[in-house]
């Protein structure tokens, strides 16, 4: 994304940046981060990316000897690793990006827009598998490939979440970690952020949190096993689950929104909000 676009919530902390240069982490995060971007992108370069983040993260599970519940826990670790650095438009870039809507119709297109997104995900990933049944032996690359899946569905959701805060106008403070963070757990409890609730902006991840992650993230790969399906079917499968997943956590999250700024879900569509 262009640097003199603004972005809230962008970059972790200097800190962290520094510690994660050069590691797989940072690779992952660099690869979901694309892939997790808006915007018209090759089917072919799609999937090379997928198939390169499926590589990384195979690598990675094995040196972190993941298996069994440890899985979960590695998979939070990891899609906390890469939250930061999701690329959050604020509302101008917002309305810049989508030909000057603003209010509900740029809500409506953000939501069109991610559930497009992962719709993607969930076909190409199932296209993949479709590749692998025509050869079996690189079939056991498939869990790999599930997670990959998930953590880019997971990071279009969250970024979805957080611009739609972005539209409504509901302030999470912070720094960028700290508020990835906040997005991560409304991701985890498919809520919108309550300002007025102190739980809601707590900026840090604790136990209970941390395995609300961990269960969202679990039932997220659970539902892409669909893409493991034989020829196509996994790639339509796929692909219509995860769009209607993320349409319903856009219309949940919208509705919390606006009940937050006080806008009669009736009347939304012609409310000025601001």
């Avoid at 669909?226 to 689950?241: E, I, S």
């Avoid at 856009?250 to 606006?258: K, Y």
Wanted: aromatic share 2%; charged share 20%; net charge positive.
């Amino acid at each position: 994304m262009p640097s003199e676009n603004k972005q809230t919530g962008a970059e972790p902390d200097d800190s962290t940046a520094e510690e994660s240069a050069g590691t797989p982490e940072n690779e992952v995060a660099e690869i979901v981060g694309r892939l997790a971007e808006p915007g018209d992108m090759e089917g072919a370069e799609r999937r090379r990316l997928l198939g390169r983040l499926t590589t990384t993260l195979a690598d990675g599970a094995r040196k972190a000897k993941a298996s069994g519940t440890g899985r979960g826990r590695w998979l939070a670790d990891v899609f906390m690793a890469v939250a930061p650095r999701i690329p959050i438009r604020d509302l101008a870039t917002l309305s810049e990006h989508h030909h000057g809507l603003t209010a509900e119709p740029l809500a409506d297109d953000l939501a069109r827009t991610a559930s497009k997104a992962t719709m993607t995900v969930g076909a190409i990933g199932g296209a993949l598998a479709a590749a692998e049944f025509a050869a079996p032996p690189l079939l056991l690359s498939a869990p790999a490939q599930l997670v990959a899946e998930t953590l880019v569905v997971a990071a279009i959701e969250v970024k979805l979440i957080a611009e739609l805060h972005e539209v409504y106008g509901i302030a999470v403070p912070g720094t960028g970690s700290q508020r990835a963070v906040v997005y991560v757990t409304a991701w985890s409890r498919q809520r919108g952020v309550d300002p007025m609730s102190p739980g809601s902006v707590t900026v840090a991840l604790g136990a209970a949190t941390k395995t609300a992650l961990r269960n969202r993230l679990m039932r997220t790969l659970g539902r892409h096993l669909t893409t493991l399906g034989p020829f196509l079917t996994g790639a339509v499968a796929g692909g219509v689950l995860n769009r209607a997943a993320t349409r319903k956590l856009a219309d949940i999250v919208r509705a919390d929104l606006r009940a937050h700024r006080g806008i009669q879900v009736e009347s939304h569509r012609n409310a000025r909000i601001g």
